[in-house]
């Protein structure tokens, strides 16, 4: 199975080539090094710069990624251009390294189709000696000569920072940085101190992005002058265990108001888990953190700030408030820098958060000319459709199985998740790290679907195929099995390769995941039926969320998790909504903008709509073979 | 000893008359309530109103108390009106019990000497009924729905307010109170939201006057809309154990980070007993106090914002600011309402805080055509000087024996104190509650010197006259004894009248009334020389502080506390630091002005002048007879 990969190492000489074997799946890049061959990644190999950059010669560059489209922009792209750490390889192709190429600056979210954004966080940082007081009479104060130091006549300065000034004024004779932030960018009026530290600590600027998911958060580390993201961390919510979708959880934090502290306490606690694993990862001190930008649905949004969120679990499923929210950190229990800002993103609607308005913002949809959709999938998911004219929302609540959860032997896209299968005469698998399976992923789980449906085990209902099996392959015959009353297909028996344990599909995992790509193939229908968009008119469709990275658009397609468009329309932007974050950490404008574009959105709730009913059941089927 | 009071009742009849015998010390009130003669006190008898005023027509009108001033006004203050529940008779007097007068609305700070005060105190409440969001499509929030019924597009809102928002919204379909607050005024712009509670509680709109003192806490209760004050705790500042004066608490915080916790805690844990305690007195909940302003030296202050006061207590004694600070109730840990705004007023300098802030608001010095001085006694004293011209202040460290404390048997001016005391040919006391003597308190001690000094016990450098007590009359003499080294005043032996144990004063007590004394009087003295302002240019010395109300002027004078200056350019102005933060609480005009006041203060240092040493020296002896 493996494919041959060539690689023209010198622009000015076609004869200085490289071919190489190398598994399906393995990116250009960690091949190239595999084999001894230089291509310079300057950012470590992470889609943030545009060194180690290939343009195909022979054979069809794979779609887009978001990092692809930032960073070498739209017009690369369509030329055949793509990051080599970005690509994985499925057949054979040639490429030529690093070509000429007019170098940009080193930048995230810089360039290309999400359009250039000015670097401006609002945080600047100043080094500055400030004069002591030394007048008894007409006395002066440490505030005073700091801020005649900075140049500001006034500014608000939290009590953290008060509390550590006569101490870090009087430490360090080499004068002291002081960290100020202006909401709406630099250029805004008001200035708040965010911190003054001793010494000189100006190039120590970070920011978090964080997205808080019903199951999964991710936190993101961003130096602010550069735009570059240093680490990431992803982990389960841990108030999973008190309910896996949102109508379960608000349903415990309804019972009483320990349990809503309890799913307080638990998301804090998992965010500053965060910040000291990213912390240490990078060797990024937390007092350098000085803004964060949170994105989540409405229910995770409120839980963190301490809000009921049971009014929004009844109809009419309002928010208890859509405002952005920026506090300290300090008053969040965040520990990062006490009087950090922490910027909540404004919301739309009870189902359609700010984890919305943050994949509009990552995706531009709002400023397209044309009708663009996008999917972000997730456990509570979220459709947007439109363009600058208009835009319409939707909730498309798929439940956890599409991230693993809730399914038999389903796990996260982590070291040891089947996350890609192919099914011919068996069923094949590869596994994250190559180790053996643990468990199977949520791209993993949508591939080994198309592949059953294709292969005709489970039919366009969803039922397993157990009466007529006899009509299989013998390899995959096998594999359909009834045990107690359940019917299941073996993916994996311990003892073949890459099997440690058992992992089988059951007819209910089927099920689950039926209703997940429902809701989300439904909330896209009746966004184009609300809209009276029909396939032909959508230019393109995004494919957002943690996974969307890694699930194979064929597969998707084959299951009807999306709409049948034709494939070269399909692309996916890897985690909009975190992107969007990303975004408003790093150019206050973004952030600005979230409200203007929060604003233009328009909820369109499924369950009150008299058609929802009759789609929804209609997409809960699996295409049927054409 | 008695005095004869006599009332006339009826305007229209002189003979319409009552003489009473009074024991003196009484207040005209409360001598006429006794003997069954009605006057009316709707304030009950606190000064809040006018309506116990009597006009005296025979007799001398005591110098009239800032509650004089304050419900009465200058004119009529002149014209020899008083308010019979502030009014102590000493000497035979005629009055015309309540003659007809423009009755003025019930309010505190509303007229006379300090001007009136337009109540605009920035809160405000208003009732609303709250349409619930009811669309499922174009959603709304609880906050806009909110927002929307009270006229509002755009305010802030904490965390606590969002947090209790759904409940309240829901609870009682006859609607909800919001409580707004406009720094600067009401018809300042931008509002926040203080609470939103269920019900109607427009009503209910209450203040927290709070002056900490570095021995004594005062806080009172104001009813914003009236003005009135509700209740008053005051008591000892915990923080005393770690320090009575000033720079033995610095010392103290200076020694670990703990033990500034350990400071900072015990006063925001008494505020609370107070809050506690004045919210049981009144009837009023804590939930009902928007607004709190506090007052105090710079060394209290910091402390009660966490801040580390070491550098106040090293050259150039600078504070770490001297901004005025707004923050939420919640930050500060007080309990009333959350979002409550503490206010904390603006500083002049490391030992000129503002409390004397607070004075120069309340006694309007800043306006004085005239020049005025204003001293404030405590352990951390403050002398004010000036016009609406210039405005000078100096710190005078007294120490705590003015207020009882460091004094072998002193106490503060509680039940059973020494309060007033006459020498002649022996010593008599008269004790707060006429119970048995406890203690001296420091109008007592004031007394007790002004009489020894007068009857030649003590000689103008303050030595007890243990070898000429022969030349005294009998019972005087018995009192001056020598116990093991120690010169003692005996002022009372148990089974004396009024006696449960013994009180002595001894030479030590006279030396640190002494000191105190010597830094209050050079105080004023450096200011008068700093300014050019010889004694016949100061129009008045207005006397402030906890015990100002309590103290005999003429002892005063007689032991040199303040200058020789003719008695009626003498006055009582009561807690003016307390009133000036009630000033603020109930107007938002004299808050802002507060800013301006603090920056015209010119802060006089008393160490780094060349001439204080000298003048210091002088001032500790007590003034030679003449």
Not at 128 to 148: A, I, M, N
Not at 243 to 252: C, E, K, N, Y
């Amino acid at each position: 199975m493996a494919v041959a990969l060539t690689i023209l190492t010198d622009p000015g000489d076609a004869a200085a080539r490289r071919t190489l074997t190398v598994a399906p799946g393995t990116t250009i890049l960690k091949a190239a090094h595999a084999a001894g061959v230089d291509i310079t990644a300057t950012c470590g190999g992470r889609g943030r710069c545009t060194s180690c950059r290939v343009k195909f010669l022979a054979g069809l560059p794979p779609p887009p990624t978001i990092m692809d489209e930032v960073q070498l922009g739209d017009d690369l792209v369509r030329e055949g251009y793509r990051l080599a750490c970005q690509c994985l390889l499925h057949e054979s192709v040639t490429v030529q390294a690093a070509p000429p190429l007019e170098e940009r600056s080193f930048q995230i979210l810089g360039a290309g189709q999400l359009g250039r954004v000015a670097l401006d966080s609002g945080v600047a940082k100043q080094v500055v000696k400030v004069t002591l007081p030394r007048e008894e009479h007409h006395q002066t104060s440490d505030l005073e000569q700091l801020l005649e130091a900075v140049g500001l006549t006034t500014a608000d300065v939290g009590t953290a920072v008060l509390q550590g000034l006569p101490q870090a004024l009087r430490d360090d004779p080499a004068g002291v940085t002081v960290t100020t932030f202006a909401s709406g960018g630099t250029a805004a009026g008001r200035q708040r101190i965010l911190a003054v530290e001793r010494g000189d600590t100006a190039g120590m600027k970070f920011g978090l992005a964080i997205d808080i998911g019903t199951t999964s958060v991710v936190t993101t580390l961003v130096e602010l002058d550069s735009g570059e993201q240093l680490a990431s961390v992803s982990s389960l919510n841990p108030q999973a265990v008190f309910g896996g979708d949102l109508m379960s959880r608000i349903a415990f934090a309804q019972f009483n108001p320990a349990n809503l502290r309890k799913l307080h306490t638990r998301i804090v606690g998992l965010l500053n888990q965060h910040i000291e694993q990213i912390c240490r990862d990078s060797g990024v001190l937390a007092k350098w953190i000085y803004k964060v930008v949170v994105v989540g649905n409405t229910c995770m949004h409120h839980i963190l700030l301490g809000i009921d969120p049971s009014h929004v679990g009844l109809a009419p499923y309002a928010p208890v408030l859509r405002h952005p929210v920026t506090l300290s950190a300090r008053e969040l229990f965040l520990k990062v820098a006490p009087e950090a800002r922490v910027c909540l993103l404004p919301l739309v609607a009870g189902f359609v958060g700010a984890d919305a308005v943050g994949v509009a913002l990552a995706t531009r949809i709002y400023e397209s000319a044309e009708i663009r959709i996008a999917v972000d999938i997730g456990t509570n998911g979220e459709v947007l459709l439109g363009s600058r004219d208009r835009l319409w929302a939707c909730s498309a609540p798929a439940g956890p199985a599409l991230e693993g959860a809730q399914i038999r032997h389903g796990m996260r896209g982590a070291l040891g998740a089947v996350d890609r299968v192919t099914v011919d005469d068996d069923i094949r698998v590869h596994t994250i790290g190559e180790t053996d399976a643990l468990g199977i992923c949520g791209s993993g789980i949508i591939d080994l679907l198309a592949g059953l449906l294709h292969a005709g085990v489970i039919d366009w209902t969803g039922l397993i195929q157990v009466e007529a099996r006899d009509a299989l392959p013998p390899g995959l015959s096998e594999r359909v099995v009834v045990r107690g009353e359940e019917r299941q297909v073996v993916v994996l028996r311990p003892g073949e390769a890459g099997a440690r344990q058992e992992i089988v599909l059951t007819q209910d995992d089927v099920r689950q995941v039926q209703l997940a790509k429902g809701a989300i193939a439904s909330g896209v229908m009746m966004l184009q039926h609300v809209a009276g968009v029909p396939s032909e008119m959508v230019a393109e469709l995004m494919l957002a969320g943690g996974f969307g990275n890694y699930v194979s658009i064929e597969s998707a397609l084959r299951i009807g998790l999306i709409p049948p468009l034709p494939r070269e329309r399909i692309r996916y932007v890897g985690n909009a909504a975190s992107l969007g974050a990303q975004l408003c950490l790093l150019s206050e404008t973004e952030r600005t903008r979230a409200e203007t574009v929060a604003a233009r959105i328009e909820h369109v709730s499924l369950a009150a709509h008299p058609d929802f009913e009759e789609i929804f059941v209609e997409c809960m089927n699996f295409p049927r073979p054409s």
